[in-house]
């Protein structure tokens, strides 16, 4: 049986401490925050970041960086046959069509995914293609597997609107009305994309929706539920506490790290399903 690396990036909120503890690897992403560029979890901390934000900083992201990445590869290929790498959606971020060229000079031993994942379901999908490594399956397999199965759904609700301005999903002055008229978006994340799902008037309004759009005619059967913390911890475990209500199952609460957050801000919260591989 050939011996396979799971790699992902920090795409997929996941902590180095995890990653290590799961045998998951993971590129970081670099965070370009007031023109600088540093590299999340190696030159910032999530803590430094958030309190960045709140104070107003411009914060961008960008791709692996190219030659890191390769380098990285070739690293693993010395101890692995194959790399499956499974990247941030392609709707969200450059990363899958970048490692998707780069792997062309590896004569098939680098197998990137195309999953359409973000956020912490995507150490979620990387936790189960440990689990098809183990039996059995090769890189390929896995890859048609994922990418004909593999399914997310999650709603985020930002804490207000300046971020989503500061990112150009909005303009400034319908940032300025919508948080003069406290509008609160939910925003969906659907097919590995982000768009507006709809817009109420309080944050308790979005949450009671949200949690309907996420619970409603799915059984933990099929599903594993999840919160993704974005500082906003009160909202989290009243998130937490409301669903598992309604779904009599456990649903875990996991924080969100730099990359998602530079898009929404401090403050967002999002709950989402996983659909559990059938194999």
């Not at 909120?13 to 503890?21: G, H, L, N, R, V």
């Not at 999953?115 to 183990?134: G, N, R, S, W």
């Not at 059967?221 to 989290?236: K, R, S, T």
Request: with cysteine.
């Amino acid at each position: 049986m050939k011996k396979i690396a799971v790699m992902t990036d920090s795409g997929a909120d996941i902590s180095e401490q995890e990653a290590t503890e799961l045998g998951i690897h993971v590129i970081r992403l670099p965070l370009v925050i007031n023109g600088v560029q540093y590299i999340e979890s190696k030159d910032i901390t999530r803590d430094d970041f958030i309190s960045r934000m709140k104070k107003g900083c411009s914060v961008k992201t960008s791709s692996p960086i190219l030659g890191e990445l390769m380098k990285r590869w070739e690293k693993l290929l010395e101890e692995y046959d194959e790399i499956l790498y499974i990247p941030l959606s392609s709707n969200l971020s450059g990363s899958y069509n970048t490692a998707m060229a780069a792997s062309m000079g590896y004569e098939g031993r680098v197998v990137v995914v195309d999953a359409k994942f973000v956020c912490y379901p995507l150490t979620v999908l990387c936790k189960d293609v440990l689990k098809l490594i183990e039996h059995g399956y090769d890189a390929s397999q896995i890859k048609a597997l994922v990418e004909a199965q593999a399914e997310m759904w999650a709603c985020l609700i930002p804490f207000d609107l300046t971020s989503l301005m500061r990112g150009g999903r909005i303009s400034p002055a319908v940032a300025a009305l919508g948080n003069m008229l406290k509008i609160v978006p939910i925003l969906k994340v659907e097919n590995g994309a982000i768009d507006v799902l709809n817009k109420v008037r309080t944050h308790k309004k979005a949450y009671d929706m949200a949690i309907k759009e996420i619970c409603d005619g799915k059984s933990p059967d099929d599903y594993i539920f999840m919160i993704v913390d974005g500082d906003n911890h009160e909202a989290a475990i009243f998130l937490k506490e409301a669903m598992e209500e309604l779904l009599h199952t456990e649903v875990e609460i996991h924080p969100m790290a730099p990359v998602i957050m530079s898009h929404t801000g401090p403050g967002t919260v999002a709950l989402g399903w996983y659909r559990k591989l059938k194999y």
